[in-house]
């Protein structure tokens, strides 16, 4: 006890560092035990990186995992559900999802029919940390409850803090369906954060004028 | 009777035998528990990590305890908080206790901290205790943080959401980040198992850990003693002057000191059992559905001012600072000991530590203050809930009553307050016509500007006339409207000007 607290007394004469200054210290590290003890611990060495394979496999899994794997059209119904000009919340059972995902596997967006088979479809997720946006008719705004960003109707940033404006998924209408490319939470580092695509691509995109055909220009 | 009592405790001597000649633990535990201790150490102002330590002991408990009930499934965990708020008996109770025991313990870490830093315990030759304990402070609030998604409500989701988009925005690898963290491409049920693991196996393990070494660095180099200013920590003497001080007058940790930290943390844990028997159990809120928006999610008290933060940087600034900063400031952590380790131990002879304890302090509580109030987010049913003060309608025309109307129904009140009530996002407007002209305010509604959106596609040009009426008469105590200057004289001009006013 009575030295427990006094780590580093006076320096103490240390027995040689390296193994080859002293010759039998030499021939102990060469020595049968000595070899075995190696082997024990390259041996483990080896099992351990064996097994690191299949866990740093299920570990990082997700993260190899591309967007488009995740992603697939769904139909977000008939488009006579969505006067021309209004702006209407949509709830939609996720594409991807899991047994045990329970309600949380349903995701809500905003339809915005602009006319015609012109569309927008906007994620609920602001564009600054991902809280639920509320489009406010009146005003013609996305409002965030967070921390006060805001969007207008055409999803673009009006104020606060988001970098960007509002996440749009890709859209095409088939047989009348509005159908969208969902699947994934939108953030700032999937294949949402691309600005406004130029060119909608759809399978009935003959069907419309020239004009119709991209949104916006 | 006498040889009963005689028997009994010749047989529980014989039994502490037997396991002692096993266990060998009596020795190393009573040296530990009676290694010598300052005698000013033993000091109310040292009874801090101790209670945090029992904080810990109190939550792996009551964590287990509600382990027997919780469902970690996103489908189920919601239902079977409630159903361990209301069905199984005490069940709040324990609830209750595990959340204020983790406030609790969140601020006893911090005050901890502050203490240590303050009477320079972290100096020659404890450095390495201190960086352990800044990991245990992170591991704390990783606990608060998992804890809080455990809860798994709306708060819970959001918040999630928050902590998604945040790491999304990580150079590079933010994508597989995100799905890492929330181990799909949702928050989901592969979400909220992962987020179990980290709150149950893998924070605990290193927490728990982390504190053994921790007490035992505390044990192995002994108790700081009470800085004196004047006595400098210095490597080449200070164990010499340690190992004096301490075999001249230490007293023994047990009993001397130790009472003191018993009394401090029952106080601690009474301190729990009444808030959580006075204020219950945190929530949960709303179910975690996605599809439910109307909702207003905040993290915990102990993340308000993270929130607080977000809702100010400038949006150019966030993501460097997002990623700058905890790098910076767990760095400055974990270096200052080895920056620091020797000199002034008192405080009153570091003034720059004593002021960066009051800044930050003062900072952090400002910060979680406007969290509680939230200044900056629109209050989303304050146009069609607050009614417009009667005073403001009185003696008004017709053109600007219905200027009233057009001020609530385009929500301009969720951003602005009328006589105390509407949002704070912008500025009250009771007397904005003191401030702007006509032109100014239509201008500003119009073209919006300053952190206001444009108004300009919302509003036909016979609301923006309401509007801007109404807005006109809003002059608080009656005072002058502000005025254009080169307007009453660009008038004054083109009427007949009375002479002596131009010169």
Redesign the interface.
């Known amino acids: 006890?009575t030295e427990?607290?006094?780590?580093?007394?006076q320096p103490q004469p240390q027995p040689p560092r390296s193994s080859t200054a002293v010759p039998e210290l030499k021939a102990l590290a060469h020595s049968r035990r000595a070899f075995l003890f190696k082997l024990s611990l390259y041996l483990n060495g080896a099992i351990g990186a064996v097994l690191a394979v299949p866990i740093l496999g299920y570990?990082?899994g997700?993260?190899?995992?591309k967007?488009s794997s995740?992603?697939s059209w769904i139909s977000l119904g008939p488009v006579s559900n969505f006067p021309d000009g209004e702006t209407r919340?949509v709830?939609y059972r996720?594409p991807?999802?899991?047994?045990?995902?329970?309600?949380?596997?349903?995701?809500?967006c905003w339809v915005r029919h602009i006319q015609a088979d012109q569309f927008q479809v906007f994620a609920?997720?602001c564009a600054?940390?991902?809280?639920?946006?509320?489009w406010?008719e009146?005003?013609?705004?996305f409002?965030?409850?967070?921390?006060?960003g805001?969007y207008?109707?055409d999803g673009s940033r009006?104020?606060?803090?988001?970098?960007r404006g509002l996440f749009e998924y890709q859209y095409s209408i088939v047989s009348n369906n509005l159908m969208i490319n969902a699947?994934?939470?939108p953030?700032?580092?999937?294949s949402a954060c691309l600005k406004k695509p130029l060119v909608q691509i759809s399978p009935n995109s003959s069907d419309r004028n020239q004009e119709g055909t991209s949104w916006p220009a | 009777m006498a040889g009963l009592r005689d028997r009994t405790v010749s047989v529980a001597l014989r039994t502490y035998d037997w396991f002692e000649r096993r266990l060998g633990l009596t020795k190393p535990l009573t040296?530990a528990a009676e290694?010598?201790t300052p005698p000013t150490s033993a000091s109310w102002f040292y009874v801090f990590g101790s209670a945090a330590t029992v904080l810990l002991m109190l939550q792996v408990v009551t964590g287990i305890l509600l382990a027997l009930v919780y469902t970690p499934?996103?489908?189920?965990a919601w239902a079977s908080l409630q159903f361990l708020n209301h069905q199984i008996t005490l069940g709040w109770f324990l609830r209750a206790i595990h959340g204020w025991g983790s406030d609790f313990m969140v601020a006893i870490v911090l005050i901890h901290m502050t203490q240590v830093f303050l009477f320079g315990a972290y100096k020659y030759?404890r450095e390495l205790t201190w960086i352990i304990g800044v990991f245990l402070l992170l591991f704390t609030l990783g606990m608060a943080f998992t804890g809080q998604v455990l809860r798994f409500d709306q708060d819970a989701?959001?918040g999630l959401?928050?902590g998604?988009?945040?790491v999304?925005?990580?150079p590079w690898i933010?994508?597989?980040?995100?799905?890492?963290m929330?181990?799909?491409?949702?928050?989901?049920?592969?979400?909220?198992?992962r987020f179990f693991a980290l709150h149950v196996f893998v924070i605990p393990g290193l927490l728990l850990a982390f504190v053994a070494v921790h007490v035992w660095m505390v044990l192995?180099?002994?108790v700081n003693e009470w800085p004196m200013p004047g006595r400098i920590v210095s490597k080449a003497t200070y164990?010499?002057e340690?190992?004096e001080l301490?075999s001249k007058d230490g007293v023994p940790f047990v009993p001397d000191a130790a009472w003191k930290d018993a009394v401090f943390a029952a106080a601690i844990l009474l301190c729990v059992i009444a808030c959580a028997l006075f204020f219950g159990p945190f929530g949960p809120t709303g179910?975690?559905?996605?599809?439910i928006?109307?909702?207003?999610?905040k993290p915990d008290v102990a993340f308000l001012w993270i929130?607080a933060v977000?809702?100010y940087?400038p949006?150019?600034l966030?993501t460097p600072f997002l990623f700058i900063a905890p790098i910076v400031v767990i760095g400055g952590m974990l270096l200052l000991p080895l920056i620091a380790g020797e000199g002034e131990k008192h405080w009153s002879r570091r003034p720059i530590a004593v002021l960066m304890v009051a800044v930050i302090a003062v900072t952090l509580g400002v910060l979680t203050h406007l969290g509680t109030y939230t200044p900056?987010?629109?209050v989303?049913e304050a146009?069609s809930g607050d009614p417009t003060p009667t005073d403001y309608l009185k003696n008004r025309s017709p053109l600007e009553r219905q200027g009233a109307l057009v001020f609530q129904?385009?929500?301009?009140r969720?951003?602005h307050a009328l006589g105390g009530l509407g949002g704070m996002?912008g500025p009250a407007l009771d007397a904005i016509a003191t401030r702007m002209t006509e032109d100014q305010m239509i201008r500003q509604v119009l073209q919006?500007g300053g952190?206001?959106?444009?108004?300009g596609?919302?509003l036909s040009p016979a609301e923006t006339r309401a509007l801007v009426g109404f807005l006109k008469t809003l002059r608080g105590n009656n005072l002058s409207p502000a005025i254009d200057a080169s307007r009453v004289l660009t008038q004054a001009n083109s009427t007949a000007v009375p002479t002596g006013q131009v010169r």
Not at chain 1, 128 to 134: F, I, Q, T
Not at chain 2, 451 to 455: I, V
Request: include cysteine; hydrophobic fraction near 30%; aromatic fraction near 8%.
């Open positions: 006890m427990i607290n006094e780590p580093s007394g570990v990082l997700p993260a190899f995992k967007d995740y992603k919340l709830d996720n991807y999802r899991t047994d045990s995902d329970g309600e949380t596997a349903n995701v809500a609920i997720n600054h940390l991902g809280c639920p946006v509320r406010f009146q005003s013609k705004l409002m965030c409850p967070c921390h006060g805001a207008y109707v009006a104020s606060g803090p988001p970098e699947g994934q939470m953030t700032l580092s999937n | 040296e290694h010598p499934s996103a489908g189920e030759p989701y959001w959401g928050i998604a988009s945040i999304s925005r990580v933010g994508g597989p980040l995100v799905h890492m929330l181990g799909g491409p949702i928050i989901g049920g592969q979400t909220l198992s192995y180099l002994g164990d010499r340690y190992h301490i179910e975690p559905d996605p599809t928006i109307q909702t207003a999610p929130y977000l809702a940087l949006p150019e966030e900056w987010s629109p989303m146009w129904n385009k929500q301009c969720n951003c996002r919006g952190n206001m959106p444009a108004y596609n919302a």
